[in-house]
């Protein structure tokens, strides 16, 4: 693979150990590459807009917004990035919702450093690319699933973040922070959430994110 001074890559991850330690092994490994880190959907936007990214690593669980959606937005910019998912998150859904919303490549981040290698240089060469045990897993999912799609696959990506947040445990308040919601909005979500999937209260919710692997 050819590396050279437009070889840019933008890492978006709200956690600064983590962007810092993805910023440190892709410098390692592709020594020619610019490495740049943000910290929000927000940030990632601004950069993006003045510089232009031939990769993008995108958390898809960020605290201001949904990487999901900041997926959909870079890749309207006039010069997108090929962007690619990265996730605790090892569900069919998180998959196939990221790469039908733009995605390359999704890696799961317990995956091994030179997975995450792998998917740069495939994505590069055009190809796609999903983690060794994810891709898998996804195949035995897609297999197994019927036309029927599952509860939480009928949610938006904010509705579903919050479900998974309240799954965590985390209070109404606590998920309005992380999110960077107010109170109310965060209530209206759940109401729409749970009126979709048919739950009813945070049991309910804990038990159905656990039984489908959402957390």
């Known amino acids: 693979m050819k ?6 890559i933008l890492v978006v991850d709200d956690h600064a150990l983590v962007r ?31 510089n ?16 999901m959606e900041l ?23 998180f998959v196939s919702r990221s790469m039908q919303l733009g995605a390359k490549a999704y890696v799961a981040k317990d995956a091994p450093s030179s997975e995450l290698f792998d998917a740069i240089r495939s994505t590069r060469d055009g190809r796609s690319y999903i983690s060794k045990d994810l891709a898998e897993k996804y195949s035995q999912d897609t297999r197994s699933k019927n036309s029927t799609p599952l509860a939480h696959e009928r949610l938006s990506n904010r509705e579903l973040e919050v479900m998974l947040q309240i799954a965590r445990g985390k209070t109404p308040k606590q998920v309005a922070s992380d999110l960077c919601l107010s109170p109310k909005t965060v209530a209206v979500h759940k109401h729409n959430l749970c009126c979709k999937t048919g739950l009813r209260t945070t049991v309910d919710i804990l038990k159905y994110a656990q039984t489908h692997g959402l957390v």
């Open 20 to 50: 810092e330690a993805f910023a440190t092994m892709l410098r390692r490994e592709f020594p020619d590459a610019t490495v740049e880190v943000t910290g929000s959907c927000t940030e990632a936007l601004g950069a993006a807009r003045r």
């Open 52 to 67: 232009n990214y031939e990769v993008a690593l995108v958390d898809i669980e960020l605290g201001d917004r949904s990487g």
């Open 71 to 93: 997926t959909m937005e870079l890749r309207t910019l006039p010069n997108p990035p090929v962007v690619i998912a990265v996730s605790v998150h090892q569900e069919a859904t």
């Open 3 to 8: 590396t050279g001074p437009n070889f840019n």
